[in-house]
T-cell receptor
């Protein structure tokens, strides 16, 4: 499967635990984006990364959330000390570069449930 | 700020019926507009797009026209198939494509 791969697909955490979501972009893509979809809302931009660089994190909550895209390996979205309000679907997307095509390639999403 | 409003679902149709899913937007500049589709068990994928007023995007029998005067980008298809059952997301980009603003999605269910 050459598409964007996200794991885990479903994750259950108790309040105060840490959640780590992984995203492997499509082959040949070096740009990764994370979006969050809260219940009954649209997908909202969180962060845009290139290899080893955070380009735009304007949509990321200031506390408890972090993202990285190392030189080797998948992009990781990390949520520390999760709270019930973090329950959502987290979507990763990738693209080849910054040319304006409007086409992002999305993964199937990781659904986080905080008990 | 920028926003997208689309009709709530689910939209339930019989095969070969005509489909319209409404989408309106609010933006400060001149956005590009998109429809993405998510089939069951898959990620979102771009269905069609339009980058300026009066442009018509089309793909797989679906069409949408960028209407600046009504700030709308309604999705239409003349004859839906069971395989069109999916969630459809309207989106805009006003700051470069990496910052898409999405609507809440509309689920379409097509029965034989």
């Amino acid at each position: 499967n050459a598409g964007v791969m996200q794991n885990p697909r479903h994750l259950v955490r108790r309040r105060g635990q840490e959640a780590r979501l992984r995203c492997s972009p499509m082959k040949g893509h070096s740009h990764v984006y994370w979006y969050r979809q809260l219940p009954e809302e649209g997908l909202k931009f969180m962060v845009y990364l290139q290899k080893e660089n955070i380009i735009d994190e304007s949509g990321m909550p200031k506390e408890r959330f972090s993202a990285e895209f190392p030189k080797e390996g998948p992009s990781i979205l990390r949520i520390q000390q999760v709270v019930r309000g973090d329950s959502a679907a987290y979507f990763c997307a990738s693209s080849r570069g910054t040319e304006y095509t409007g086409e992002l390639f999305f993964g199937e999403g990781s659904r986080l449930t905080v008990l | 700020g920028d926003s997208v409003t689309q009709m709530e679902g689910p939209v339930t149709l019989s095969e070969e019926a005509f489909l319209t899913i409404n989408c309106t937007y609010t933006a400060t500049g001149y956005p590009s507009l998109f429809w993405y589709v998510q089939y069951p068990g898959e990620g979102l994928q771009l269905l069609l797009k339009a980058t300026k007023a009066d442009d018509k995007g089309s793909n797989k029998g679906f069409e949408a026209t960028y209407r600046k005067e009504t700030t709308s980008f309604h999705l239409e298809k003349g004859s839906v198939q069971v395989s069109d059952s999916a969630v459809y997301f309207c989106a805009l980009s006003d700051q470069g494509f990496q910052k898409l603003v999405f609507g809440t999605g509309t689920r379409l269910l097509v029965s034989p």
